[in-house]
C-alpha cells in the first residue's frame, strides 16, 4: 500500500520559514520524483515543486521560485519542502504526490504521476502565513 505521510505545516509569520517532510513507503523510491501540492480554500490544487531523487534536481512553479528548496533522503525515503520568505498567498494545505513536469516557455509545470496510485489526498499539512 502506497503511504505518504506529509507533515511540517504550521502557523506563521510573512517571511518566515517553514520545512515540510513528506514519508514515502509502498512504491520504489528511485523510481518516481515526489512532489509538493497545495490547495487553497475556493482555488484548484496546484503543483508547486517536484523533486527527482535519481536527478538530484528540482523543479519549480514560477510562484516559489527562488524561496522553496525541494529535497530528498534515499536513506529514509523523504522528501522536504524548505519554504523560506513565506508569503500570504502561500497559505494552503499541502500534499506531497509522486509527480512529473513539462515544461513550457521557460517555466516548469507539475503535475501528479498517475502511475503511483497514492488513493485519496487525505488531510495534508496546513501551512497558514499571517500577514
Known amino acids: 500500500e502506497v503511504q505518504l505521510q506529509a507533515s511540517g505545516g504550521g502557523l506563521v509569520q510573512a517571511g518566515g520559514s517553514l520545512t515540510l517532510s513528506c514519508a514515502a513507503s509502498?512504491?520504489?523510491?528511485?523510481?518516481?520524483?515526489l512532489g509538493w501540492f497545495r490547495q487553497a480554500p475556493g482555488q484548484e490544487r496546484e503543483g508547486v515543486t517536484c523533486?527527482?531523487?535519481?536527478?538530484?534536481?528540482?523543479y519549480y512553479t514560477d510562484s516559489v521560485k527562488g524561496r522553496f528548496t525541494g529535497s530528498s533522503d534515499r536513506a529514509k525515503k523523504t522528501v522536504y519542502l524548505q519554504m523560506n520568505n513565506l508569503k500570504p498567498e502561500d497559505t494552503a494545505v499541502y500534499y506531497c504526490?509522486?509527480?512529473?513536469?513539462?515544461?513550457?516557455?521557460?517555466?516548469?509545470?507539475?503535475?501528479?504521476?498517475?502511475?503511483?496510485?497514492?488513493?485519496?489526498w487525505g488531510l495534508g499539512t496546513q501551512v497558514t502565513v499571517s500577514s
Open positions: 523533486i527527482s531523487s535519481s536527478e538530484g534536481r528540482s
Open positions: 504526490r509522486a509527480c512529473y513536469v513539462h515544461e513550457e516557455n521557460q517555466s516548469y509545470y507539475v503535475h501528479v504521476d498517475n502511475r503511483v496510485d497514492s488513493g485519496p
Open positions: 509502498g512504491f520504489l523510491f528511485d523510481d518516481y520524483a
